[in-house]
Structures are given as C-alpha cells and as structure tokens.
C-alpha cells in the first residue's frame, strides 16, 4: 500500500452514515474510494454541490469537484450557487472537512494555502471550511521534501485558521488533538515510535490506549 493510499483509507474510516463531508483536493479527494459500503455520506463540494459520486459514463465538463476533476451526482442530488454552497458550509451543516496541509501545529493551527513569494489560484474555501465544519481532519503526508517536519511547534506559513484542528491523519501516525494537546492514537502498520518522533517537532503525549491503524 503506497503512502496516499494508507492515508485516504484511514480517514474514510471517520466518516458516519448520514454525514455530509468535504474532501479537499489531492489526499482528501481519494478517501471517497476507500469509504466502506456500509457507510453512506454526502459529499458537499464548495463549487456547488452536494451528492457528488465517482464519475460514471461520460465527462459533464459543467459537473466538476472543487479540484476540477470531472464526477457525477448521485440520485438526490443537487447543484446550486456559490452562495447556497458557502451557506451550507458557514451554517455548519457540514460534518467533517478534510483537507491537506502545508504545516499543522501542536496548537491545532493549519497553514495550507499560500507560500510566500508563490503565485496561487486563490484561497478557495478553506478558510470558512476549516472554520465551519463540525470536525477537521488534516490528512497529509507526514513530512516535507527532504523529510522536513511539516506538524510543528508553531506555524511558520501564513495561516488558514486558528485552532480549528480536531484530527492529523497522515503515512506514519495519528494525532488528535486534546484539551491537553496533540496526542498520538495510531501508529501506522510497520512504523515505530521512534520514527514518528524524529519526524515530529510538535510536543506530543503518546496516549496509553496507542493502537496500529486497522487499513
């Protein structure tokens, strides 16, 4: 199992029946292929959307996730404006988001749309997403380029929100975060303490219920 791929399968497993989800792009998009069949959510995409499924039959250039990748509705489904959208999202009719991250801190501060000195398309709907979502889930590889600690003291980047992190999903590890701070619950198959420590500069407790991710 690729490293994406143990990401994505563990975080469609915090989705319940019935809830209405956000994916983000790349990581976060792909959890929608690994929800167990027993689980039926709704996927709510900022563009527009709600009902969102996997593509089926022929490309709708007008039918397209918040990445831009072609996707279908399922029955029931429905498309609507921007402001109907971010209405659903600001109301806090949303769940849970999952979204990837540029740094996440001990906290529970994300920094996940720009770099400086980097041109973006834009900022997107992260911020109210992050802000209006009932759980935030940040699902991310666990390091940077060069296996440079992206889960951190404090962040550096400039911020998507302020203590808005309830969960880290990412290749090695997940943390939660607490009244007390982050604390480490799973442990990937294979990967070790130590690993995750050397990879980690956030504090962090290791909770005494620590368990290996079921994928």
């Known amino acids: 199992m690729d490293v994406k791929t143990i990401i994505a399968t563990r975080v469609a497993q915090e989705f319940k029946d019935g809830d209405v ?49 072609p996707v279908s509705i399922q029955p029931g489904g429905a498309v609507f404006d921007s402001a109907m959208s971010f209405a659903i999202i600001r109301g806090g009719h ?24 980097k041109m973006v398309p834009g900022m997107g709907g992260a911020m109210d997403l992050v802000v209006g ?3 935030v889930i940040v699902a991310m590889e666990h390091t940077a380029k ?7 003291k404090k ?4 911020l998507t929100a302020k203590n808005e992190v309830d969960l880290i999903i990412t290749n090695l590890c997940v943390f939660e975060m607490t ?9 990937a198959p294979e990967v070790t303490l130590e690993q995750v420590r050397e990879a ?3 504090d962090y407790k290791v909770s005494e219920n ?6």
């Open 21 to 69: 989800v956000n994916l983000g792009i790349g990581i976060p998009t792909m959890a929608a292929d690994f929800i167990p069949p027993s689980v039926h959510i709704i996927l709510q995409s900022e563009n527009g959307f709600v009902g969102l499924k996997a593509l089926e039959g022929e490309v709708d250039p007008d039918c397209v996730n918040a990445g831009g990748k």
């Open 94 to 117: 949303v769940a849970a988001t999952v979204l990837g991250a540029l740094e996440v801190d001990q906290e529970g501060n994300l920094a996940n749309w720009v770099v400086p000195g």
């Open 133 to 135: 979502a009932k759980k």
């Open 146 to 152: 060069g296996g440079v600690p992206k889960i951190l």
């Open 155 to 158: 962040c550096t980047l400039p």
């Open 179 to 187: 009244q007390n701070g982050l604390v480490l619950t799973e442990l």
């Open 200 to 202: 980690t500069e956030a």
């Open 210 to 215: 620590l368990k290996t991710m079921a994928l």
